[in-house]
């Protein structure tokens, strides 16, 4: 159990709301009178090891990530974001790890590509449709999807989903890869604003192959049997919503905003820090 003087890690992912969510999380816990430091840039086997062993405090997760990547948990037919958020409460409690709350939005992964190519190509606006144009396109993926089990493989499987090559990237330069045509098709995330300022068109899901992904927050089970601790992040059960999200993001891509700074405006806006 963790006193007020030693020092919480929170963890942090390498894109935008994970900056300013772990940044919420650093600036409410110090409000609360503990102490606590941000570590971002971690890839998701880091923070999964971190928080088990207790190296890692706290960090934000999602129900989708959590289930098929830690986990390691078998697809599922239809994808109820119910079922999906209890069997992953569950095998995280069975790894040292508490889920304290879900926090309000889902950030999804979904597949587009620019509205233009779409208008051109017979109006593609599922991912079935867009199957019969793949051999003849070029999917820019961020670090991960490309061979995550919930990613392209599943498409593959699914839909039958197959590119002429895949170009990994950061996934923050996805967006200007396919605004800039280096890339035909990409895996954007629904609270990433450029979807809609880069004129990009998502496709539907509509054999339902990708899980739901709502923001849960994680702690690791020693640090969760802190009362004071638990209460303090209790104000983000529920908080924010898609819609908030996706403008916080959108300062940060777009303003070029501090995460540091967006957190503490919105902390400080909704009565949450002084
Ligand atoms: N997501 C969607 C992924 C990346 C995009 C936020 C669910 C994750 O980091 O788990």
């Known amino acids: 159990v963790s006193q007020k003087n030693t020092t919480i890690v929170v963890g942090a992912k390498t894109f935008n709301e994970q900056y300013i969510l772990s940044e919420m999380i650093a600036q409410i816990l110090k409000d609360n009178g503990y102490q606590a430091v941000v570590k ?3 890839n998701d086997g880091t923070l999964f090891e971190g928080i088990k062993n207790g190296q890692v405090g706290v960090y934000v997760e999602y129900t989708g990530t959590a289930y098929s990547q830690l986990l390691k948990l078998p697809a ?3 994808w109820d974001p119910d079922v999906v958020s209890a069997k992953v409460k569950e095998g995280l409690a069975g790894e040292n790890i508490t889920v304290l709350s879900q926090i309000g939005f889902r950030d999804d992964y979904t597949i587009a590509v620019r509205e233009d190519w779409a208008v051109s190509h017979n109006n593609v606006s599922t991912i079935s449709e867009l199957v019969p144009y793949a051999k003849d396109l070029v999917f820019g993926s961020d670090l ?3 061979e995550r089990e919930d990613g392209l493989p599943s498409l593959q499987k699914v839909y039958g989903l197959t590119f002429k090559d895949v170009k990994p990237m950061s996934p923050t330069l996805m967006y200007e890869a396919i605004k800039n ?3 035909d098709v990409i895996p954007p995330y629904t609270t990433d604003s450029r979807v809609d300022l880069y004129k990009l068109r998502t496709l539907r899901d ?3 192959a990708m899980p739901p992904y709502h923001a849960i927050l994680l702690a690791n089970a ?3 049997k802190n009362p004071g601790v ?3 992040l209790a104000v983000l059960n529920g908080k924010i919503d898609t819609t908030t999200m996706r403008e ?3 300062q940060f891509d777009i303003d070029k905003r501090d995460a540091q700074e967006i957190a503490h405006t919105y902390l400080v806006q909704q009565g949450i820090i002084k």
């Open 181 to 183: 045509g280096q890339v």
């Open 230 to 232: 638990v209460q303090a």
């Open 76 to 78: 599922l037919q239809t």
């Open 248 to 250: 916080l993001n959108r």
């Open 144 to 146: 991960v999807f490309h």
């Open 222 to 224: 020693g640090l969760a």
């Open 40 to 42: 971002s840039g971690l």
């Open 206 to 208: 509509d054999r339902s």
